[in-house]
């Protein structure tokens, strides 16, 4: 069992850089690949980025945000993290940091465990 709480969110301008942090709780984390998904108003869950479990050398990222978002993780720490940097507005959403044993899935479906969210706004 995993619980996960993100942290970080909030208003930034166009071009603006964020970083948001998942903090798990359990002793597995390392076990577990990661994962960042996003929600806008009206729009179904889409994914942002993975990452493998205990190295994290593997990544994997939407086209919509590759080259702007890095994933990583601290095992040390428990973290997960979502640096994000040239934000847009269309970067404005909830975002979720979900959890499961299989690395590289990009469906919201195959993730067994879920945060809360925390709110992205990205002014224009």
């Known amino acids: 069992q995993v619980q996960l709480v993100e942290s970080g969110g909030g208003l930034v301008q166009a071009g603006g850089s964020l970083r948001l942090s998942c903090a798990a709780s359990g002793r597995t984390f390392s076990s577990y690949a990661m994962a960042w998904f996003r929600q806008a108003p009206g729009k179904e869950r889409e994914f942002v980025a993975t990452?493998?479990?205990?190295?994290?050398?593997?990544?994997y990222y939407a086209d919509s945000v590759k080259g702007r978002f890095t994933i990583s993780r601290d095992n040390a720490k428990n973290t997960v993290y979502l640096q994000m940097n040239s934000l847009k507005p269309e970067d404005t959403a909830v975002y979720y940091c979900?959890?499961?044993?299989?690395?590289?899935?990009?469906?919201?479906?195959?993730?067994?465990?879920w945060g809360q969210g925390t709110q992205v706004t990205v002014s224009s």
């Open positions: 990452i493998n479990s205990w190295s994290g050398l593997n990544t």
């Open positions: 979900a959890g499961d044993r299989s690395f590289g899935s990009t469906q919201r479906t195959d993730y067994a465990y």
